[in-house]
T-cell receptor
Framework: AQSVAQPEDQVNVAEGNPLTVKCTYSVSGNPYLFWYVQYPNRGLQFLLKYITGDNLVKGSYGFEAEFNKSQTSFHLKKPSALVSDSALYFC??????????????FGSGTRLQVQP | NAGVTQTPKFQVLKTGQSMTLQCAQDMNHNSMYWYRQDPGMGLRLIYYSASEGTTDKGEVPNGYNVSRLNKREFSLRLESAAPSQTSVYFCASIQPGVGEQYFGPGTRLTVT
């Protein structure tokens, strides 16, 4: 069975500093990996995905993620954090089993707090 | 283009009551999903529908039923609500291929 781990419940960073939100995964075969963000009382918004190709993936709002196959990691990064980046972030891996399922397995989420 | 819509936004039920959560998408997606979100557990798949006319169980289907009414609509029914079903419920749909899932705004359900 596939799984995703987000080892930090919360990450605190000062505005203007770089941020990293960690994610590791376990799948059989090649992973399809995603990052989503959730603002308070809202649904999940797609940030970026890794399917194949370049290990550094760029996404929305200045976020990027680095895929590392040997470490089975897909960490989310941003060079300069904004207060408005404060939210709950989820890493997810696509279900590759079964015909047509294509559901996502989510990590437990990491709350990012950016202090002014 | 409204994307994925869900009704209601909030609901309070007493134990044993029933209700149906509605979901609709206007993106012509084949596959639709119901997830529940609980603190510290991320989102877990309840049921999914790979295409119109088909439904299958996810990780946590007990206590729920679903109906894929047509290509646009996918409803989730709680026949006899229990306090353990207090959660936030999200509907999602996906474009073909390796695209991302699109999520609705969620329904916050409290069962007392």
């Amino acid at each position: 069975a596939q799984s995703v781990a987000q080892p930090e419940d919360q990450v605190n960073v000062a505005e203007g500093n770089p941020l990293t939100v960690k994610c590791t995964y376990s799948v059989s075969g090649n992973p399809y990996l995603f990052w989503y963000v959730q603002y308070p009382n809202r649904g999940l918004q797609f940030l970026l995905k890794y399917i194949t190709g370049d290990n550094l993936v760029k996404g929305s709002y200045g976020f990027e993620a680095e895929f590392n196959k040997s470490q089975t990691s897909f960490h989310l990064k941003k060079p300069s954090a904004l207060v408005s980046d404060s939210a709950l972030y989820f890493c997810a891996v696509r279900d590759m089993g079964g015909t047509g399922r294509r559901a996502l397995t989510f990590g437990s989420g990491t709350r990012l707090q950016v202090q002014p | 283009n409204a994307g994925v819509t869900q009704t209601p936004k909030f609901q309070v039920l007493k134990t044993g009551q029933s209700m149906t959560l509605q979901c609709a998408q206007d993106m012509n997606h084949n596959s639709m999903y119901w997830y529940r979100q609980d603190p510290g557990m991320g989102l877990r798949l309840i049921y999914y529908s790979a295409s119109e006319g088909t439904t299958d169980k996810g990780e946590v289907p007990n206590g729920y039923n679903v109906s894929r009414l047509n290509k646009r609509e996918f409803s989730l029914r709680l026949e006899s609500a229990a306090p353990s079903q207090t959660s936030v419920y999200f509907c999602a749909s996906i474009q073909p291929g390796v695209g991302e899932q699109y999520f609705g705004p969620g329904t916050r359900l409290t069962v007392t």
